[in-house]
């Protein structure tokens, strides 16, 4: 019964492109959902679908530089409780990690570890100081990772798909995205200007619309590269994909590191990339040949053993792509192939901190996000302790005395711990302690939207027993879905090091970076620098 209900679904999912199949992690993200031009009714005041409304002043990123600024300001009435600067940043991203989730993952560390799993903690929930973070964008009520990257890497909201541009670039807009007035700058770009080395880690692509907040701006997020671009009916000759801004251009070109998956991005159709797979674009040039022509010392690394035979003394730049699209799940790797994000963790700070003036760095675990679109919590929790274990590895090799690390989630996901389950019940299994109107138990984890409710020909739910558990099993859902969504209620702040104190209360998302800057003295806003004696 149960193999047979998961082929089922399994089917269902991969037809949708909404799921993990056997080549491994699987895109999900689709633009024109996002936009809101697949819906059965129109959004707030307008007719039409696809037009979600933005307030005017929100077009403006002066609003949002404003805001910051009061957020500031407020923060730096309260009692000094450091009186250090941050040498160094590390932000740490938990793509789609609601407190669910981190609540979960808690639990399933402890039951893990043999315990009943509720008195367990995570790396980041030990550290001093926490806040909560309003993760809505522009036009967006529950944003996507686009706009949201907009605003924790660069320091304005923008309308959800868009990435690095103010929110009067409206969707699949190359001619308003290029528009000087339009575009933004990064955390990154300002570390860079400062003279501090810069790095950007993912467990997804390097193109993906997280990290590419710290360098792109686009007006589609998918723009991943020049077939992308084409596919969505632009002219790839005159917009320009987000591989390609990577390389060539200012802050990308000069990343010291840049760890993640998507070789194919990089190389043309004509080309076997490291992982046996062709590259994607069609417009003949091979993007990493480019690379390694400006990075005379630099080093193209394709899998966990180059990674780690890396002397990063004796190396200049580091590019690690190691998969063809997306990086796999932990739980699938091959763990002698692909680097664990502590890995890639570890050699990031040790190259980054060769730089006497500091660094930043940006580091994500991408794929909490899509074992919750998955509906797999087993694989989201799983990739949610991987990602804190890159965190406590980071805090340990680090001073805290200089090196301010913030850790934070983009956005949530519609899942539910509920029920009265007692002390102790397996998080991915059954609510033992209690049962639906009908008689009939229920899991402890449920999803608002995706792809199996579990009803029988009836429309009643099915018993359980013998589905739930494993880590790939699917977790139940009430509204049917291809996949789950986003969820829109305020995320987790967490913070250790100097100025950590700024990161407490309620903020907008886009002040994270501006505090951030303070911080370490970078960037044209406020800096603890002008206000220390």
């Known amino acids: ?20 199949v056997q080549g491994g992690v699987q895109e999900v993200h689709n633009v024109y959902e996002l936009s809101g031009q697949i819906a ?24 949002w530089y404003d805001l910051a600024n009061e957020e500031i300001n407020k923060r730096l009435a309260l009692p000094k409780v450091d009186t250090k600067m941050a040498k ?45 973070s309003r993760t809505y964008c522009s036009n967006a009520q529950v944003p996507d990772s686009a706009c949201t990257a907009t605003a924790y890497l660069c320091g304005v909201k ?54 590419s907040g710290a360098y792109a701006k686009t007006a589609n997020r998918m723009w991943e590269c020049d077939t992308d671009v084409t596919s969505y009916g632009v002219d790839a000759s005159s917009c320009i994909d987000m591989a390609t801004q990577l390389v060539t251009q200012t802050p990308g070109k000069n990343f010291d590191i840049m760890f993640g998956g998507g070789m194919g991005k990089f190389l043309p159709k004509t080309i076997q990339d490291s992982h046996g797979k062709a590259g994607e674009r069609s ?16 080093v193209l690394v394709s899998n966990r ?40 963790t570890e050699v990031t700070i040790k190259k980054l901190s060769q730089n006497e003036n500091g660094y930043f760095a940006f580091i994500e675990g991408g794929l ?63 609510n033992q302690h209690d049962t639906d109107i009908n008689g009939v138990q229920y899991s402890v984890l449920n999803y608002a939207a995706g792809p199996n409710q579990y009803l029988d020909e009836n429309g009643q739910r099915i018993p359980l027993d013998g589905i739930l558990g494993d880590v790939d099993s699917i977790t139940p859902s009430y509204i049917p879905k291809d996949q789950g969504v986003h969820s829109g209620e305020d995320v987790g702040i967490w913070a250790s090091g100097p100025q950590s104190y700024l990161f407490t209360g309620v903020m907008q998302q886009s002040t994270i970076p501006h505090l951030m800057a303070y911080a370490s003295c970078i960037g044209n806003g406020q800096k603890f620098c002008d206000n220390s004696t």
């Not at 019964?1 to 993990?20: E, F, N, P």
């Open 40 to 63: 059965h009714k129109a959004r707030f005041s307008t007719d039409v679908a696809e037009d979600k409304y933005t307030p005017p002043e929100e077009m403006d990123p002066q609003f």
């Open 1 to 20: 019964m149960r193999v047979q209900q998961i082929q089922m679904v399994l089917a269902v999912l991969a037809l949708s492109g909404a799921v993990q």
């Open 158 to 211: 923008t309308n959800i798909i868009n990435i690095g541009v103010s929110a009067a670039v409206n969707f699949n807009n190359c001619t308003a995205s290029q528009d000087p007035a339009n575009r933004l700058t990064s955390i990154a770009e300002w570390a860079q200007n400062a003279g501090k080395a810069t790095g950007i880690v993912t467990t997804t692509t390097l193109t993906h619309a997280s990290p």
């Open 88 to 132: 160094n940043v590390i932000m740490f991203l938990g793509d789609g990690m609601p407190l669910t989730t981190v609540t979960a993952a808690r639990i399933l560390k402890g039951q893990r570890q043999g315990k009943t799993g509720e008195e367990s903690s995570l790396s980041f929930e030990k550290f001093p100081h926490t806040g909560l």
């Open 368 to 430: 909490i996000d899509y074992g919750n679109h998955y509906t797999q919590a087993g694989y989201a929790l799983d990739e949610a302790l991987e990602f804190e274990k890159a965190i406590q590895l980071a805090r340990d090799i680090t001073d805290i005395e200089d090196t301010l690390i913030v850790v934070t989630a983009d956005h949530g996901h519609a899942v539910s711990i509920a029920g009265y389950p007692g002390r102790g019940t397996d998080i991915l299994g059954i």
């Open 283 to 298: 417009d003949g040039v091979n993007l990493l040949s480019k690379w390694q022509s400006q990075h005379k010392g630099g």
């Open 305 to 344: 053993k180059q990674l780690l035979s890396v002397n990063v003394s004796a190396v200049g730049n580091i590019i690690g792509l190691f998969q063809s699209e997306l990086m796999k799940f932990h739980i699938d790797a091959d763990e002698t192939y692909q680097p664990t994000l502590s890995e890639l």
